[in-house]
């Protein structure tokens, strides 16, 4: 089939500047692109040409950022290109209109994030463009079980793909091809003969990191050895000091541990900081719809600590990879959990473990693609029955 996977207008594919929609994407095409034809429809960015074509398949770029413009472009492109099947990521209000622009092709949308509810799309609009697609992808079971609470008659098309990871990427600090990186950057930073905590994402108040900063006081009284790692930046790319951004640095000047804050790390170095962790902590206080730092942790041997936040329990076997705070609003609930793993190393070590074998044995990218590949072969069968209905009908 010609397929064409459109992404958001956010952020370019492949993921130069990071993102979990833009990772999912490009972590799936090598394994799609061996069965399909396959364009790929995304933003223009300053490192990237706006056409090419790279092991087989098409990039196209366009303007974005904003939703109108992005739209516009991608209506403009569809009204001299067909494809059988279009795949819509994240953004169902890009729907209607292609459907006008692409009357024929079948489509199918994936949700990575909470943009069916009514303050990002009219309930009409919504549940007209449900009636378009033949499967919606989901992240989290988390993210499809709001969806089908506000639009029941969606509860059919709904279907969970949990992402993936690189597990040749990222891997255990103790893995050999690890052992020096993760020396280098303890030595470095002064992270040696350290238990090292690591945080990693966006530095804003719904991701929540001031909370383990807040469990840190507790816990140093406790245990002496402890160093915290903060990895990201207020937005991809940009390092601009918000409001919220200042906070977390002032309350972490205040701790009596070393800490480290690195700034916004391009996506292919961020490998390197799960290997110098020993511990991965996610402290989201909004209703995630399913962070994929818990792959990465998981890929990189890390026990974890996540909160109770939308689809981020799913990706837990509770004292087998990882524990869940339940109330993430209070930094003593982080400070139990955390406490908890401390006490017993024997522990951490088997949950980090276990992790591992986790996104080996389910996280993978190549589990991806075949489950969108049986979504997409399923949307041609379908299409091809319906097709096959209207011409009988025709003809009786």
Known sequence: ???????????????????????????????????????????????????ESVNGIRYVRVPGIIFKVYQEEVCRYLEVND?????????????????????????????????????????????????????????????????????????SKIRTIYSGIDIERFLPGDNPKMQKVRSEIRKKYGLENKTVILFTGRLSHNKGVDRLIRAIPGLSKKFNDLALVIVGSNWFSQNHVTDYVAYVRALAKRLEI????????????????????????????????????????????????????GGNPEVILLGKNGLVVEDPLDPRC?????????????????????????????YTWDRVASEILEVWDLSSLNSSVVSLNEKNSENA
Not at 95 to 100: A, E, I, N, Y
Not at 341 to 360: D, H, S, T, W
Request: charged share 20%; glycine share 6%; aromatic share 6%.
């Open 258 to 309: 070393p800490v480290v804050n690195t700034g916004f790390v391009a996506p292919g170095e961020t490998q390197n900081w799960f290997a110098a962790a020993d511990l991965f902590v996610c402290t989201s206080i909004w209703q995630e719809p399913l962070a994929r730092v818990h792959y990465e942790a998981m890929a990189a041997g890390l026990p974890i600590v996540t909160t109770a936040r």
């Open 83 to 155: 494809f059988d099947l279009i795949h819509i990521f994240n953004r169902p209000r890009l729907v209607l209109p292609v459907r006008k622009a692409a009357p024929h092709a079948k489509i199918v949308l994936s949700m990575h994030n909470d943009m069916f509810n009514h303050d990002k799309i009219p309930p009409e609009e919504a549940s007209a463009a449900l009636e378009e697609v033949s499967t919606i992808i989901t992240v989290s079971d988390y993210v499809g079980s709001v969806i089908k609470k506000l639009y029941p008659q969606s509860g």
């Open 334 to 362: 982080f400070e139990e959990k955390i406490s908890d793993l401390l006490l017993n190393r024997a522990l951490m070590k088997e949950m980090g473990i276990k992790g591992r074998e986790l996104a080996v044995s389910r």
């Open 1 to 51: 089939m010609k397929i064409l996977m459109i992404c958001t207008e956010k952020l370019p594919v492949p993921p130069v500047l990071g993102g979990a929609i833009q990772t999912y994407i490009a972590g799936s095409l090598p394994y799609l692109s061996k069965i399909h034809d396959i364009t790929v429809l995304g933003i223009q960015h300053s490192s990237l040409v706006n056409e």
